[in-house]
């Protein structure tokens, strides 16, 4: 009996281990071997200067990222539900609403009292890597979201 459970634990271990090595992670140690992030061309705010080249695709650089939030009765009619940014992006809310309410950034615990038909701006920073609720505090409605990718 004593054998027989310790050929089954046994084989136990070799099976876990075996199936361990065949789906273990990839190492990414080379950066070579490490998957490019793809740009995010939402609401991007790019300058030309003459004489300047424009960075490749690969490229990742810190930007200003504008979005136009436009809001009825407490609900997102027009812009993005998922607002896509890089750790260091400037980012720009313009928000447009025919009611009185607070727009709250959770994570960031950035607030904006927006009042009817006056159009408001948030600017920050985006320090924070993570996914982020965008929530109408008076109407008790979830917008969207904040994704903030690291670089």
Request: glycine share 8%; charged share 25%; hydrophobic share 40%.
């Amino acid at each position: 009996m004593i054998a027989k459970t310790t050929l089954f634990a046994l084989a136990g271990v070799t099976l876990t281990c075996a199936l361990w090595w065949a789906f273990k992670p990839a190492r990414t140690d080379d950066p070579a071997s490490a998957p490019v992030a793809a740009p995010i061309s939402t609401g991007v705010v790019t300058e030309a200067r003459a004489g300047v080249p424009e960075p490749s695709n690969h490229a990742l650089s810190t930007g200003e990222r504008v979005f136009e939030l436009a809001l009825r009765k407490g609900r997102l009619i027009s812009g993005p539900e998922r607002l896509e940014v890089h750790e260091g992006d400037s980012v720009v809310l313009e928000i447009l609403s025919d009611t009185s309410d607070e727009l709250h950034v959770h994570g960031y615990d950035l607030r904006a009292r927006i009042k009817p038909d006056e159009a408001v701006k948030l600017r920050f920073t985006a320090t924070r890597t993570g996914r982020f609720g965008l929530e109408l505090h008076r109407a008790h409605a979830e917008l969207g979201a904040l994704e903030v990718y690291p670089r």
